[in-house]
Structures are given as structure tokens and as C-alpha cells.
């Protein structure tokens, strides 16, 4: 059980370029979410996706997408990545309630994907 | 909009005192309240989840309290160690329509813990 795992786990892009932030879990959630951390404006939410099929706008979505491949995969995608997108990205999924073993609604998280915009 | 706030932002203490991190929100119509250890250049840890029925929560050394109606909660971490160090985050997971299920976040307290 390997939980959330995210690829890759260091990116460099030169400003314009495009890329996507791969997103996995296999404890069967619903629920799946992107966050950015950065210094002074601690995690906030870029897209989440409430089950498979669906997605919406977190607080700060402008300049990403997303795709809910299938139950287990999320992904972030920067199509034309600027300075500004410079974070770290963290995916997280989130338990639905009476989850054997785990506690209601709670949110796991992945290790992160540190990405540096030249 | 919610609006989750940590105190102190940093914290040295030295090894073998209690200590209690404070979080504070401003919507007290919240689903849980979630307390997460992030060590540098790491993920996000979970360490206690307190449902919006409930007043604490215990893990071993950690004790996480929450007062709905006040907006706040506290860790406290007894009998600190150095391997205690690390940021802490309070997050309020949202009630209600859209906002539900989704974590507002403090900025963290730093704790340092020295021998």
C-alpha cells in the first residue's frame, strides 16, 4: 500500500514550456486534490476533483489544468509555465466516512513535486 | 472566506518541556480539523484528526483540542524531543455545499527543539 505517490519529484522548466505532475493513489478515494506551497502563503488549493469524472477550481486554478484519468490517477498539467509557478505541488486524497482503518475525511498526502520556473 | 491562523510562527524550546501550538479560524462551520507534521523538503504527515462532534484528540505525546465555537484549537506535545522538530499545520476541512471536504490551511508554526 503505497498510498499517494507523485512524478516526478524535481522539475526545472524554462519559462513557456509545458508539463504534467502526475498524481497516483490505491487506497480507493473519491475525493483527490492539488495544492501549491509556497514561503508566507503556506498550501493553497488549485483544482480538486470530487469523484472520478468530475473537477473543479480550488482558489488559485489560473494558469493550470487538470484530468481525472480514472479513479486511482489525478494530474496537473501547466501548459505555458511562468516564474510565478515556481512551488512545490502536493497531491493529496481524501477518505470517505466509515473507511475501515482510517479516520473520516481524513486528507493523505504525497511527497511532492518541487518545480523551479527559469 | 476562511481564514486559518497559527501562533507562535516559531518556536525553540528546549528538550523536555511541554508545549501547546495554537490554531485559530474565523468560520466556525467546519467538517474537522486536521494537525499535520512537515519535516523540510518533505510531504505532509498526518498526525490527528478531530471531527466537528468531538473536543480532543490523543496520540501518544500529541493531544489536539478543538473549540468549535471559539474558532481555535491547540496541540500539545509533551515531553518535547528533538525529533519533534519540525512545521506543524492546522488545517479546517470546510463544511457545507461546494466548500466541502476541502482544507484551508495555517502557515505553520517552525518548532525547534534543542537538546
Known amino acids: 500500500n503505497a498510498g499517494v505517490t507523485q512524478t516526478p519529484k524535481f522539475q526545472v522548466l524554462k519559462t513557456g514550456q509545458s508539463m504534467t505532475l502526475q498524481c497516483a493513489q490505491d487506497?480507493?478515494?473519491?475525493?483527490m486534490y492539488w495544492y501549491r506551497q509556497d514561503p508566507g502563503m503556506g498550501l493553497r488549493l488549485i483544482y480538486y476533483?470530487?469523484?472520478?469524472?468530475?473537477?473543479d477550481k480550488g482558489e488559485v486554478p489560473n494558469g493550470y489544468n487538470v484530468s481525472r484519468l480514472n479513479k486511482r490517477e489525478f494530474s496537473l498539467r501547466l501548459e505555458s509555465a511562468a516564474p510565478s509557478q515556481t512551488s512545490v505541488y502536493f497531491c493529496?486524497?481524501?477518505?470517505?466516512?466509515?473507511?475501515?482503518?482510517?479516520?473520516?475525511?481524513?486528507?493523505?498526502f504525497g511527497p511532492g513535486t518541487r518545480l523551479t520556473v527559469l | 472566506k476562511q481564514e486559518v491562523t497559527q501562533i507562535p510562527a516559531a518556536l525553540s524550546v528546549p528538550e523536555g518541556e511541554n508545549l501547546v501550538l495554537n490554531c485559530s479560524f474565523t468560520?466556525?462551520?467546519?467538517?474537522?480539523l486536521q494537525w499535520f507534521r512537515q519535516d523540510p523538503g518533505k510531504g505532509l504527515t498526518s498526525l490527528l484528526l478531530?471531527?466537528?462532534?468531538?473536543r480532543e484528540q490523543t496520540s501518544g505525546r500529541l493531544n489536539a483540542s478543538l473549540d468549535k465555537s471559539s474558532g481555535r484549537s491547540t496541540l500539545y506535545i509533551a515531553a518535547s524531543q528533538p525529533g519533534d522538530s519540525a512545521t506543524y499545520l492546522c488545517?479546517?476541512?470546510?463544511?457545507?455545499?461546494?466548500?466541502?471536504?476541502?482544507?484551508?490551511f495555517g502557515q505553520g508554526t517552525i518548532l525547534t527543539v534543542h537538546p
Open positions: 493529496a486524497s481524501r477518505a470517505p466516512r466509515a473507511t475501515w482503518g482510517q479516520r473520516d475525511n481524513e486528507q493523505f
Open positions: 487506497m480507493n478515494h473519491n475525493s
Open positions: 476533483s470530487a469523484s472520478e469524472g468530475t473537477t
Open positions: 468560520d466556525s462551520a467546519i467538517y474537522n
Open positions: 478531530i471531527q466537528s462532534s468531538q
Open positions: 488545517a479546517v476541512g470546510n463544511a457545507g455545499g461546494t466548500s466541502y471536504g476541502k482544507l484551508t
